[in-house]
């Protein structure tokens, strides 16, 4: 069996598996990802070892899948309640399939930012909710890139595979998913980092790498026992790992001793810092300033100048905060929430309550809804 007889005939079977496995009661995008991913292992195991029933194989494949997603969702919604396993200190010894499939995902046939979609929803498994939430894109223009690249990668040759940039941005998404609570996914994330690392001598795979660890070790201490969130200044950092910390802060100066600065080197030393101080108030806010400068400069990105502006209050007064934030589209996520922080910093408390107020109503998730609603409800008391 050719290649080329390969292909057409995976073109001509696909939509027959497609309908064989919604007919056993998967949900068409559910079926749809799983026979995506029946066909990148076709590719992988045909060329050496063709089956004798193309079809049945690929049902078999595709429906076992469906089933392993399923079951990893129903996994992940039973870890919701409970904490994480913590990441293994060593590199794993081989790169298993899961990161494999995300090298094959992001084809070199697709956009950066296609790749990075199609993967987290066909082998990260988030949602297209939360994927456009992390593009900053309504979900609708996020199911439409989705569906173009699923077009694009089923008329494609899956042998190869595409570049490390898009790999490392996936795993950066994953990872912020999961540690945002919604999703438990950080973990995984982190130990697909570490394979990564572990075959790629890359100083932005250590920095991501280095970047998960510093935030995976405050993990512990960002919620009370009944879920609520627990700000940066106010966590006790005798909860935080210290080992993690420990790891993070030395894959993180060999990653910024070879001077080749990227993004995630920065973040990860904005994150150090923040590691660094025994008590909040001994933050070095001015050398965080200047790494958010670094950042501005590599990504340009409003998150990273949003995230800049409460550094500049903290450093250098809240009015100087508020000046920076003035300097941003008030329709950025969480502008609403900083603002509120910032004038509440300096003493302006109705407006910081009505704000608190006003960024409920637009928070990604329950908890930090519940959380602004509180700083609303305290300063409201304050002010009698």
């Known amino acids: 069996m050719t290649a080329v007889l390969d292909e057409a005939l995976l073109r001509s079977l696909t939509p027959q598996v497609l309908g064989i496995l919604v007919r056993r009661g998967a949900d068409f995008a559910a079926a749809e990802d799983a026979v995506q991913e029946a066909l990148v292992e076709a590719w992988r195991v045909w060329r050496d070892d063709p089956p004798r029933d193309p079809k049945g194989w690929l049902v078999t494949v595709a429906w076992r899948k469906f089933l392993d997603v399923a079951r990893a969702d129903a996994a992940r919604r039973r870890r919701e309640d409970v904490l994480d396993d ?50 900053l894109v309504p979900e609708s223009t996020m199911a439409q890139r989705i569906s173009r690249a699923k077009r694009t990668v089923s008329e494609v040759r899956f042998d190869q595979p ?27 994330a982190i130990r697909l980092t570490r394979q990564l690392a572990g075959v790629i001598d890359h100083p932005e795979v250590a920095g991501l790498l280095a970047l998960m660890l510093l935030h995976h070790a405050r993990r ?71 790494w958010y400068d670094e950042l501005v400069q590599l990504t340009g990105s409003p998150v990273v100048r949003l995230n800049r502006a409460v550094a500049v209050g903290a450093a250098d007064g809240p009015r100087a905060g508020l000046a920076a934030l003035a300097e941003l589209e008030d329709s950025l996520p969480r502008h609403t929430a900083v603002a509120a922080y910032l004038h509440e910093r300096d003493g302006d408390l109705s407006t ?18 519940e959380h602004l609603m509180r700083q609303a409800a305290r300063l409201n008391t304050e002010l009698g």
């Open 220 to 290: 512990a201490a960002r919620t009370t026992s009944d879920g609520r969130l627990v700000p940066l200044a106010e966590q006790d950092r005798g909860r935080w790992d210290t080992r993690l910390i420990a790891e993070g802060v030395e894959v993180l100066q060999a990653a910024l001793a070879r001077d080749r600065l990227g993004e995630f080197q920065a973040q990860a030393a904005i994150a150090a810092l923040h590691a660094d101080a025994p008590v909040a108030e001994e933050t070095d806010w001015v050398q965080i300033v200047e």
């Open 86 to 135: 913590e990441p293994a200190p060593e590199p794993a010894a081989a790169v298993d399939d899961t990161l494999q499939l995300y090298f094959l995902c992001a084809h070199p046939s697709l956009t950066a930012s296609s790749a990075v979609a199609l993967t987290l929803r066909a082998v990260g498994g988030l949602t297209t909710r939360q994927i456009a939430q992390a593009y």
């Open 162 to 188: 595409g570049d490390v940039a898009t790999v490392v941005r996936v795993l950066y998404l994953v990872f912020n998913e999961g540690y945002s609570g919604d999703v438990d996914l950080a973990a995984e």
């Open 352 to 369: 910081a309550a009505r704000l608190y107020a006003e960024a409920a109503l637009h928070a990604p998730n329950l908890p930090e809804r």
